[in-house]
């Protein structure tokens, strides 16, 4: 599964400048197919922006994002999303304007909202049904998550960004979720998912890059991270728990 | 259980509709402005001539208010569609004056809407190439818009004077179409009616497809937040340049139709109501078309009141309109994209 | 030397040979016009050309320096000239009104500006943007509207302090084959009034307040977290902008002995001060100097050139008709247009980064005027 080859998503290299900041400085790591690939790191790291990268919102100064076999460093993010990649950014990016039918109508490229999909979406999320007419701007900060990764997964996708989902959400929300990405996982999807909540993902995670200052500092598995607790002081400050 | 029948209309009629604020401030004035006139018919002329240029207005400044809002896009040139619809229309007049020659009012008014359609088309054709040229190589620059925006504004004022000359331009109502319509005490011009209720129907039309259409589904969302769009997969630009076109088109439609208004014009048509529109579009709210319709009511109602009221106000009654609906709402009566 | 770069240039010297060399050919050109070029005609272009470098500057103040548009500069223009007609007009032709006028003029300006400012630099600057172009047209309405005072459409003839005027000699004999008369006295005065704006200018570009003003068009956040009260500075080059502006004007209606619409608050008056900017090179004091020349030559020599290329296409359908020199504002257009998009540093800029590509051998960092 680890296997850089059969890779779904290759970084090789990556320089990414905004305006005359040089914030990705030669980021290379790569997201095995299926699972959950954890981007890791601190604020200010580049995660948000490796993420923005590889859809294409900002353009590669230098490098290589290879999806699937295909080059798409200088594809327009349209073209790239309709390769299979949905985006949820950190904002969520819910239209206030719409209300949450119309969010995922908009979502869904084909046309039509496959009827048994959104069945299964309100099991993953049984709240959504009862905003479902509701404009995206009244919604809470955790009914709008749901509704960003519901827009997400309305139709199959290859590989799914998604940009730190539990920030500012209350933890039983956070927990409504970690059941939602369980359950995601086992659905040939892909997840990379960047947090900064490393406790969100230890379970969930099956492969893990960490990133700092623009560069990868450290790529494996998940399990070799968790298990290792000055590891993650290292990269991550994180204290170890006392029981 | 699928919530997917449901007709969208119902649904997006929830939240959406509430803001009725301007529209009654709009009728208050018309109201207001009664006892203030006297005369009933006096008050129902000025009324209905002010909702006629008010109408005009509106559709030539819908397509900048949604250009503006939709691709961020500032562009000052969009009165050169204005006179370029006025004159094609003049031409077109020329073309097919034999209908509109006619003394039933059935084929003047078919001949006009064929001038229209004619003028609109060519706008829209010229609207495609003015993106292509004049606003793709500018995106996110609103200070080289402004710039490169005027620049086509007088190069193609110049192509105008060019191609039909600097003499004015004559674009005569229809005979069929002329006079007016009693009721009661009340004398109304027929074109201004004709005026009001297509700008009405055009009004309603374009509410319709942006609450009841996907791709009007896709503009407000676009409005709102283009990278997401984008992230969905929709080539959003195609919708810029198509809503762009749009936009021109409409604006030779105002053209066409103040043409007909105005029946006697220069190649300054457009840049003489190129002040009045962008106060339009900043008092609706940038990229709302819902604003745009009633700011250039509120902005014609009383300036026709004034000027009638008190004519030593009228120049500067559109700027304290402005002042004072930016006091009240400063985003203009409808925040952007509703 | 140094002396001079410093204290009468405010250290902004041209840095580019080519530039220092026009430069100083306009100046020569404007010194001795009225001995090489005696006429009223080429006097007139000569005069103009000294009062639209100090109009072109002050609005190349706002925009290249703050990145602030600005429609309403015609309209300070035009309140410097008509304050001076109608003061000049009303209490008769002598210096003390000359100055009341003047006086009037600078305090309509500045009330007029500052109001502007605090109602729309607050918001978006789209909306500065429009805010100015609404009350310039509601000034140039005005100015219609008053015709009994400023003379509506035609506009009005007024007289000049008597020094000042043709009828009067200095010197009985020739000099240089001209007289020295009151119109060569106000040439002179007008030619001075206008360097000395201009080199009031090219010190406030480059003072701490010329510094704190790029900050603030760079990065308008920045320079207020850093502590620099934005609005009170940006107030202040407006005010300044448009006292300068006002002055102009007055200067033109001294020069003209009229004054109209036309030649002041139309929008065309507006739309040629861009042009000039633009094409001189925005955030430079000295473009506004090659803008004013390059569309002054532009708009005589365009002309007889499309008189003479003109009849060349007659019959060609279309061809005949744009090559019309009536038509020279659609080619100066197109120039501009593209100067926009290739040029966005004008003339200037690009000349200045010739000569510092053969100084250094490297291209400047990008300075963003546009």
Redesign the interface.
């Given at each position: 599964m680890s296997d850089p080859n059969n890779a779904l998503l290759k970084l090789h290299n990556i320089h990414t400048h905004i305006g005359e900041y040089h914030i990705l400085q030669g980021v290379e790591f790569f997201v095995p197919r299926q699972g959950v690939t954890v981007l890791l790191g601190r604020n200010g790291a580049g995660k948000s922006t490796t993420l923005r990268t590889i859809?294409g919102?900002w353009q590669a100064s230098q490098g290589l994002v290879e999806f699937d076999g295909e080059n798409i460093t200088q594809m327009?993010?349209?073209?790239i999303?309709?390769r299979g990649i949905?985006?949820v950014?950190e904002d969520m990016?819910v239209?206030?304007?719409?209300?949450v039918?119309?969010n995922l109508?908009?979502?869904a490229?084909s046309?039509?909202?496959n009827?048994s999909r959104?069945q299964w979406i309100f099991n993953l999320f049984p709240a959504l049904?009862h905003f479902?007419?509701?404009?995206g701007g009244?919604l809470s900060g955790g009914q709008k998550q749901m509704v960003a990764i519901a827009?997400a997964i309305i139709e199959p996708r290859k590989l799914l960004l998604i940009d730190e989902p539990t920030k500012g959400l209350a933890p039983a929300i956070v927990q409504n979720l970690a059941k939602a990405f369980r359950a995601l996982k086992e659905s040939s999807t892909t997840i990379l998912l960047v947090e900064q909540n490393f406790h969100f993902v230890r379970s969930l995670g099956d492969h893990v890059v960490v990133m700092d200052s623009g560069l990868i500092v450290h790529t494996g598995p998940m399990s070799e991270l968790s298990s290792d607790e000055a590891l993650q002081y290292r990269l991550l400050g994180l204290q170890a728990a006392h029981v | 259980m699928s919530l997917n029948n449901k007709p969208m209309a119902l649904q997006s009629l929830q939240g959406r509709w509430t803001d009725f604020a301007p529209m009654i401030l709009v009728t208050m004035i018309a109201l207001f402005a009664w006892p203030l006139i006297g005369s009933m018919s006096t008050w129902a002329t000025l009324t209905v001539a002010g909702l006629a240029m008010g109408m005009m207005l509106f559709i030539m400044a819908s397509g900048l208010t949604l250009v503006f809002g939709l691709m961020d896009v500032l562009n000052l040139g969009h009165a050169a569609f204005v006179a370029v619809g006025a004159y094609v229309a003049a031409s077109l007049a020329g073309v097919l004056s034999v209908l509109l020659k006619s003394s039933t009012g059935v084929e003047a008014v078919a001949g006009m809407a064929l001038v229209a359609l004619g003028a609109m088309i060519t706008t829209a054709l010229l609207g495609l190439l003015f993106e292509r040229f004049f606003i793709r190589p500018v995106y996110g620059n609103h200070l080289k818009q402004i710039l490169i925006t005027i620049g086509a504004m007088i190069i193609i004022e110049q192509l105008v004077l060019a191609l039909w000359g600097a003499q004015q331009m004559m674009l005569p109502l229809p005979e069929a179409v002329r006079g007016t319509l009693v009721i009661g005490e009340v004398a109304v011009e027929r074109y201004r009616l004709v005026a009001v209720v297509l700008g009405l129907l055009l009004y309603l039309g374009l509410l319709m497809v942006f609450n009841f259409t996907r791709i009007g589904m896709l503009i407000r969302a676009g409005v709102e937040n283009r990278d997401m769009v984008e992230a969905m997969g929709y080539r959003i630009q195609r919708v810029f340049v198509a809503v762009f076109a749009a936009g021109a088109a409409l604006a030779g439609l105002g053209g066409a139709m103040w043409g007909f208004y105005r029946e006697q014009f220069t190649a300054a048509i457009g840049a003489d109501l190129l002040v009045q529109m962008l106060i339009i579009v900043v008092i609706g709210g940038l990229g709302s078309v819902r604003g745009c319709f009633f700011g250039a009511l509120l902005l014609a109602l009383i300036q026709n009141y004034v000027n009638f009221l008190i004519p030593d106000f009228a120049m500067v009654s559109n700027i304290s309109v402005m002042v004072a609906v930016l006091l009240w709402r400063p985003s203009g009566l409808y925040a952007p994209g509703r | 030397m140094k002396f001079l770069a410093t204290h009468i240039f405010s250290d902004d010297l041209p840095r580019s040979r080519i530039l220092t060399a026009l430069l100083v050919l306009v100046l020569g050109y404007l010194f001795t016009a009225p001995f090489l070029f005696p006429g009223a005609r080429s006097l007139n272009v000569a005069a103009t050309i000294g009062v639209y470098l100090v109009l072109v500057g002050s609005f190349d103040l706002l925009l290249g320096y703050c990145g602030i548009v600005s429609f309403a500069h015609a309209m300070f223009y035009g309140i410097g000239a008509y304050g001076v007609a109608i003061s000049l007009g009303k209490f008769g032709p002598s210096w003390s009104s000359l100055f009341i006028g003047a006086g009037a003029a600078m305090v309509l300006s500045t009330v007029l500006s500052i109001l502007m400012a605090l109602i729309s630099l607050r918001v978006k600057a789209i909306f500065y943007t429009m805010t100015t172009m609404a009350v310039a047209s509601a000034f140039s309405a005005l100015v219609m509207r008053l015709n009994t005072v400023t003379g509506g459409d035609d506009g009005r003839n007024f007289s000049v302090p008597e020094s000042l005027t043709p009828g009067f000699e200095l010197f009985e004999n020739e000099f240089f084959g001209t007289l020295i008369n009151g119109k060569l006295i106000t040439y002179y005065m007008v030619l001075f009034s206008a360097i000395l704006l201009f080199l009031l200018m090219l010190r406030i570009v480059n003072s701490r307040f010329g510094r704190v003003l790029e900050a603030i068009r760079e990065n308008e956040f920045r320079a207020e977290a850093i502590g620099y009260r934005t609005l009170y500075y940006k107030l202040a080059i407006n005010t300044v902008s448009a006292l300068i502006a006002t002055a102009a004007g007055v200067l033109m209606a001294l020069w003209l002995r009229y004054v109209g619409p036309q030649t002041t608050v139309g929008f065309n008056v507006m739309l040629n001060i861009l042009l000039m900017a633009v094409i001189g090179g925005l955030g430079t004091v000295y473009g506004a100097v090659l803008g004013v020349v390059v569309f002054t030559v532009a708009e005589n020599y365009l002309q007889l050139l499309l008189q003479k290329i003109g009849p060349l296409t007659t019959g060609v359908p279309v061809l005949e008709h744009l090559l019309q020199p009536d038509r020279w504002l659609l080619w100066f257009g197109l120039v501009f247009v593209l100067a926009v998009y290739f040029f966005p540093t004008g003339i200037v800029g690009n000349l200045r980064e010739k000569a510092r590509l053969r100084l250094n051998g490297e291209p400047s960092r990008p300075h963003q005027t546009v």
């Open positions: 859809i919102l327009s993010t349209p073209d999303a309709r949905a985006f950014p990016g239209f206030a304007n719409l209300t039918q119309e109508q908009l979502a490229i046309g039509k909202i009827d959104l049904e479902w007419l509701r404009p009244t827009r | - | -």
